[in-house]
């Protein structure tokens, strides 16, 4: 009876820190420094807010993701609440052969002239392999002192260093009419 | 009594139709010509699959989403099923003043010379106005002389003329070994 009890407690504890994790949003990898923040599970699902490029040599193609908190605050014109995460998933801007081809075989029919489709290849890339994850956790009370934004950034699942870390808020500082969120939502 | 039998005929005709239109998934708008295709309605919150930036003239930045079924296939490395839908939604790249910037001043900390950075925000975008959305939907038997995809373009809720809803078929043709669709899920 004793090891039944036993079993029951610690089937109790699995099942109360699996539900804590899914209720925190936490997930079983390392924290990032400083801010503390793990990637949140699921993000990859979460809807588009928008697309960049950054230009060489950065050279990687961007689309912001947001959880419904975070969706539902761009949508209504609302601050962001705590809880709001914003995520950036950056890609290698790669030259498509593959697409350049039928771009080329295209802008021909449509009279485009050889200068005009070296420029349109030379401009045109897809997103290549994943450089880094990055996310901004809004919570007011704990990150109080950075505008109530956490900050994280994540490559191949691993945190970046302190570093890294140490320069994000000073690069959404200009941003702080809007509440240090420079990217506006597309339609 | 005969009026409020008419009247209930009446009310049972809207419920049928509305519903009939929830479970076809169409939307009240125009449909595009030869495939007959309407805007499939919460396309803006499916998942996204990838993006990438078309060169000028063109020079946009699009997106491609996925419905559920599109998504499904594309994580399982499953054939597209009937019903699968890919939405490309694509935006006027432009140029932020504001995110150029701070990208200069990041750049500079980082010791890049003028040249380069010069470059850096010469090469740099963002998603401005919506250009247009298109779509490619799977049913084999409708679809069946190109190759089970319906493809439908549309600008401001409206659909594009027939000239070039004959383009894409021609166009996606070449990538036949991955049953017509270029797009390659990223991570």
Redesign the interface.
């Known amino acids: 009876m004793r090891r039944k009890t036993f079993f029951l407690v610690v089937v109790a504890i699995v099942v109360g820190v699996v539900a804590y994790k899914a209720a925190s949003g936490q997930t079983d990898g390392e924290a990032a420094p400083i801010y503390g923040i793990k990637i949140p599970p699921g993000y ?2 979460w ?2 807010i ?10 990687d ?3 912001k ?1 947001g959880n419904d908190l975070a969706i539902k605050a761009y949508r209504e014109g609302t601050p962001f609440p705590d809880g709001a995460i914003i995520a950036r ?1 950056a ?1 290698k ?1 790669v030259t ?1 052969e ?2 350049n ?3 080329r ?2 802008a021909e029919k449509q009279g ?1 002239t050889p200068n ?1 489709i070296e ?9 290549g ?2 450089t880094n994850v990055q996310f901004m956790v809004k919570d007011l009370r704990k990150y109080a002192s950075t505008g109530g934004w956490g900050f994280a950034e994540f490559a191949d699942g691993k945190p970046s260093g302190e570093a890294v870390h140490k ?1 994000c808020f000073v ?1 959404h500082a ?2 702080k009419a809007r509440d240090f969120v ?3 939502d ?2």
């Open positions: 990859r699902d809807r588009m928008s697309i960049a490029h950054v230009g060489e040599p950065v050279n193609l961007r689309v993701l998933l890609y801007a498509s593959e697409n081809k039928v771009f075989v295209a485009l005009q420029k349109l290849l030379a401009g045109s890339f897809v997103a392999p994943a320069t690069c200009p941003a420079f990217t506006r597309s339609p």
